[in-house]
T-cell receptor, first 111, second 112 residues
Framework: KAGVTQTPRYLIKTRGQQVTLSCSPISGHRSVSWYQQTPGQGLQFLFEYFSETQRNKGNFPGRFSGRQFSNSRSEMNVSTLELGDSALYLC??????????FGEGSRLTVL | SQQGEEDPQALSIQEGENATMNCSYKTSINNLQWYRQNSGRGLVHLILIRSNEREKHSGRLRVTLDTSKKSSSLLITASRAADTASYFCATDPNQAGTALIFGKGTTLSVSS
């Protein structure tokens, strides 16, 4: 079974631009969660999608948004990028209330 | 905001020694999970312990859970250099549909 796939793995943007990150969950997993990881704040929960509906949302500004498609693939978008958005963005999928399966992450650098 | 807080933040030991990491949390939980992360990579699930369990083993890993103290510990026995990584506890709150909340992690360095 293929694992969680995130694309792109690395990207560099400049302030004010926007970025879209993609996540393909493990086949059969309907829940997809997104986390932001930075050295200072650790792993911060962004949002969780289940069957195309946002089920939970973390404490992030409206510039951060996401969606999930009917095939469970998910995208997250960050608009009007700021330097502080530089981070490793991790996607994870799961079945039910069990363990999370993480992708390798998308490392975003904002210049 | 973090639900779990790991202690210590960093731990350096020699190969063959045991490593113990602790996690404290604030609210009631369904389960508590431990994850491992190699530098700059995704997290890998290690072990899940349910709120009605007190101890669980998996290979060289031993996890304990004390719900009265809202704390958990992860013990890695006979550490190897390959165990060098960051370890995170994650709590699954006792509320339907709530997301896993991670602590800031313990960075373990095992030298040969």
């Amino acid at each position: 079974k293929a694992g969680v796939t995130q694309t792109p793995r690395y990207l560099i943007k400049t302030r004010g631009q926007q970025v879209t990150l993609s996540c393909s969950p493990i086949s059969g997993h309907r829940s997809v969660s997104w986390y932001q990881q930075t050295p200072g704040q650790g792993l911060q929960f962004l949002f969780e999608y289940f069957s195309e509906t946002q089920r939970n949302k973390g404490n992030f500004p409206g510039r951060f948004s996401g969606r999930q498609f009917s095939n469970s693939r998910s995208e997250m978008n960050v608009s009007t990028l700021e330097l502080g958005d530089s981070a490793l963005y991790l996607c994870a999928s799961r079945q039910g209330l069990g363990e999370l399966f993480f992708g390798e992450g998308s490392r975003l650098t904002v210049l | 905001s973090q639900q779990g807080e790991e202690d210590p933040q960093a731990l350096s030991i020699q190969e063959g020694e045991n490593a113990t990491m602790n996690c404290s949390y604030k609210t009631s939980i369904n389960n508590l999970q431990w994850y491992r992360q190699n530098s700059g990579r995704g997290l890998v699930h290690l072990i899940l312990i349910r709120s009605n369990e007190r101890e669980k083993h998996s290979g060289r890993l031993r996890v304990t859970l004390d719900t009265s103290k809202k704390s958990s510990s992860l013990l890695i026995t006979a550490s190897r250099a390959a165990d060098t990584a960051s370890y995170f506890c994650a709590t699954d709150p006792n509320q339907a549909g709530t997301a896993l909340i991670f602590g800031k992690g313990t960075t373990l360095s095992v030298s040969s």
